[in-house]
C-alpha cells in the first residue's frame, strides 16, 4: 500500500539554524499538508499546498517558513531560523484532492521529531 | 470556526469490552468528520471518516463510528476491545463552507488492560 514517507525522522539543530524537513507524498495525491505536534498537545496545521503553491497556511506558518516541491516527488518544509519554540513533531500528509480537497482523507507520514537546542 | 470536543484525555476499558471514545463538533455546514489513531512515534493513521449516508460508518481493525448529527457528535466505538488497540485516537472536522483544512481534537489515550 503507498504511503507518505518523511526525512529525517529525528533532526537535532542549534538554534538560529535553518532545517529542512522532506516528505515524498503519495505518488497520485495532488494536495499536501504539513502539521506540527508539540510534545503532548494537539495536531496543528501549518500549510497546504496544491498546483505548486501555497493554497491555505495558518497563524503559525509565518515568515520563517517555507514550502517547496522543488521535483516531481519530494515536498519540503524550510524553517529559516528555528527558535526553542519550534521543537515538535512535524507531520507531512498528502491526499487525492477529490472534490476539490473538500472531505478528502489525508495520509499522514510517520514524522521528524525536530529538536532545537 | 470549527472545532472539536475529546472530553476524556483517557479510556480505560479491558480487554474484550466494548469501547466507546467520545467526539463533539462545532462546524459551519455539514461535516466531514474523522478518525485517526496514532501509535507512540509514529504518524497518524486514518480508521474512518463520515462524508454522508448511513449514520454509521464502519473503518479499519473493527472500529466504527456513529455521526449523530442533534447532538453533534461521532463517537468511536468497538465492540471488543484488544490490548492492540492502545494508542492515542483523535477525531477532526472540516466543514462543507470555508476551510477544507481538517482541525484536530486533543487526543485520547486509550489503554486496554489485559
Known amino acids: 500500500e503507498p504511503e507518505v514517507t518523511q526525512t529525517p525522522s529525528h533532526q537535532v539543530t542549534q538554534m538560529g539554524q535553518e532545517v529542512i524537513l522532506r516528505c515524498v507524498p503519495i505518488?497520485?495525491?495532488?494536495?499536501f499538508y504539513w502539521y506540527r505536534q508539540i510534545l503532548g498537545q494537539k495536531v496543528e496545521f501549518l500549510v497546504s499546498?496544491?498546483?505548486?503553491?501555497?493554497?491555505?497556511k495558518s497563524e503559525i506558518f509565518d515568515d520563517q517558513f517555507s514550502v517547496e516541491r522543488p521535483d516531481g516527488s519530494n515536498f519540503t518544509l524550510k524553517i529559516r531560523s528555528t527558535k526553542l519554540e519550534d521543537s515538535a513533531m512535524y507531520f507531512c500528509a498528502s491526499s487525492q484532492g477529490l472534490a476539490g480537497g473538500r472531505g478528502d482523507t489525508q495520509y499522514f507520514g510517520p514524522g521528524t521529531r525536530l529538536t532545537v537546542l | 470556526a470549527q472545532s472539536v470536543a475529546q472530553p476524556e484525555d483517557q479510556v480505560n476499558v479491558a480487554e474484550g469490552n466494548p469501547l466507546t471514545v467520545k467526539c463533539t463538533y462545532s462546524?459551519?455546514?455539514?461535516?466531514?468528520l474523522f478518525w485517526y489513531v496514532q501509535y507512540p512515534n509514529r504518524g497518524l493513521q486514518f480508521l474512518l471518516k463520515y462524508i454522508t449516508g448511513d449514520n454509521l460508518v464502519k473503518g479499519s481493525y473493527g472500529f466504527e463510528a456513529e455521526f449523530n448529527k442533534s447532538q453533534t457528535s461521532f463517537h468511536l466505538k468497538k465492540p471488543s476491545a484488544l490490548v492492540s488497540d492502545s494508542a492515542l485516537y483523535f477525531c477532526?472536522?472540516?466543514?462543507?463552507?470555508?476551510?477544507?483544512?481538517?482541525?484536530f481534537g486533543r487526543g485520547t489515550s486509550l489503554i486496554v488492560h489485559p
Open positions: 505518488s497520485n495525491h495532488l494536495y
Open positions: 499546498f496544491y498546483n505548486n503553491e501555497i493554497s491555505e
Open positions: 462546524v459551519s455546514g455539514n461535516p466531514y
Open positions: 477532526a472536522v472540516m466543514g462543507s463552507g470555508g476551510s477544507y483544512i481538517p482541525t
